[in-house]
């Protein structure tokens, strides 16, 4: 399937780059003034300076990435509240911050847009953790730094070794003399080209109101989220929500940006469950719908009136029906990953529908068609995937980019379809898909998300958080 049509599939409109070189070639940094003294973080991005030079990257000096913005012009673009008076940093322009910022210097109140202006930070690595910390320890840094510093990715340095943070909850390490230029090419040069972007709700057509969740149709979807959920959190897999307020923010004012970026959303938890409801797969591009949870919710309390979103994707376009009496402007958001969720979703249908054109006897498009399909992610891989049974697994050569970015969602149906569609052509059969997210982690497909969480439970070596 051509990348154009995945895009409208996906109600994907922006030019979208996929390979780290198109990244590279694309991408405008610029170097943000700081005060900073420490030699060691100099040597550092002085040398990542001259590496995003020679991979094609257009850096430009600071006074040229500037624009002076008129009342006129700022009324007329409407220039959110953090934004300050005087010159701003032009949209589509990363920004590198060299070591730390005072509380009325940080890069984030010269910015146009949140969206546009991804910001990443270079420090020193703190000395609470190393690479050697726990998954846990080096969440709770890391989402720490980015409220205090107000950015997007935390590049943290010591004097061998350097790794970087994102809202992928991931934490790679690298060398800083072996294979430099390489890992910020395909490990770095991704996160900054594709950014985390939590869905926001104009993306999504709303229907207030649409969703109830006390109709029998839903009853067993809604029983299969909250037990499997449950039984997940006994695994392990899923770190206890951070509340957005608990972070560290320097002040109110920035901990009241922080939510803006964040869509409102009041907390986070890493990964997500879903159902994909039954399908009918007589349309070309069958509709889907899907039950998750929602966007930082406890997935091991599930409770059906408030936690559990209905998202879909119809004739390319997303929507959501919520629940009555579900106030959305307040924690009700959709997962950071819906997009991929929706790309599973609308992949399953085509390959199902596939499958039964082809008269297969599979179970895997009989039980989509008749019971629907568990969406499962967790930040960690599968260690043993034959534990799970006949398996298709792929996703694990892409480039590392960031959670919720266009580009994830595009790997997933891209790379479905391709293994997949080889899998029915060789008649194949497999009942369950292992989607690699490097530097995030496993997107599975499976029977239930019951049957999933005891698979996992019977054998608990087989993943862990990483």
């Not at 008649?427 to 599975?444: L, T």
Request: charged share 25%.
């Amino acid at each position: 399937m051509q990348i154009e049509t995945i895009k409208k599939i996906l109600d994907i409109n922006k030019e979208v780059f996929l390979t780290p070189k198109e990244m590279a070639s694309n991408l405008v940094v610029t170097f943000y003034p700081t005060r900073n003294k420490n030699q060691n973080i100099k040597d550092f991005t002085e040398e990542l300076k001259k590496n995003f030079i020679e991979l094609g990257v257009k850096v430009i000096p600071f006074q040229d990435s500037l624009a002076k913005i008129t009342l006129k012009e700022r009324l007329k673009l409407k220039l959110p509240f953090y934004t300050k008076f005087g010159k701003k940093i032009k949209k589509g322009i990363a920004i590198i911050v060299e070591g730390e910022s005072k509380t009325n210097k940080l890069a984030m109140a010269k910015l146009l847009s949140l969206r546009e202006n991804p910001i990443i930070t270079i420090i020193n690595e703190p000395k609470e953790i190393n690479e050697n910390s726990t998954y846990q320890e080096h969440m709770n840094v890391s989402l720490n730094l980015f409220a205090y510093h107000m950015t997007n990715l935390a590049i943290i340095v010591n004097s061998s070794k350097w790794a970087i943070y994102s809202l992928n909850g991931s934490h790679p390490y690298f060398s800083r003399t072996d294979n430099f230029k390489d890992n910020v090419l395909n490990e770095l040069l991704p996160k900054i080209s594709a950014p985390v972007m939590p869905p926001s709700l104009k993306d999504f057509i709303i229907k207030i109101g649409a969703f109830n969740v006390n109709d029998n149709y839903y009853k067993p979807f809604i029983e299969d989220l909250i037990k499997g959920g449950a039984l997940l959190e006994k695994t392990g897999l899923y770190p206890k929500k951070r509340l957005v307020s608990e972070l560290n923010f320097r002040n109110n004012f920035y901990k009241l940006i922080g939510s803006k970026y964040l869509d409102k959303r009041n907390g986070m938890s890493y990964g997500f469950i879903a159902c994909q409801l039954p399908t009918n797969l007589e349309k070309e591009v069958p509709d889907v719908w899907v039950l998750t949870s929602k966007s930082g919710s406890d997935k091991s309390k599930l409770n059906k009136n408030t936690d559990i979103i209905k998202v879909g994707l119809v004739e390319g376009k997303m929507i959501i029906e919520t629940p009555l009496g579900v106030d959305i402007q307040e924690d009700y958001k959709p997962s950071f990953d819906t997009r991929v969720i929706l790309a599973h979703a609308i992949g399953n249908a085509i390959l199902a529908k596939e499958m039964k054109q082809k008269k297969l006897n599979w179970n895997f498009w009989r039980n989509l068609e008749k019971n629907g399909i568990a969406i499962v992610h967790w930040h960690g891989y599968i260690r043993n995937k034959n534990l799970l049974g006949k398996t298709l697994e792929y996703g694990f050569n892409n480039p590392s980019v960031s959670c919720s970015s266009a580009q994830s969602a595009i790997y997933a149906l891209r790379d479905k379809l391709n293994c997949a569609f080889k899998a029915i052509n060789d008649n194949s059969e497999y009942n369950c898909e292992i989607h690699i997210e490097p530097h995030h982690g496993s997107n599975i497909i499976y029977e239930s998300v019951v049957s999933l969480a005891n698979l996992l439970l019977r054998n608990n070596n087989i993943s862990k958080l990483e």
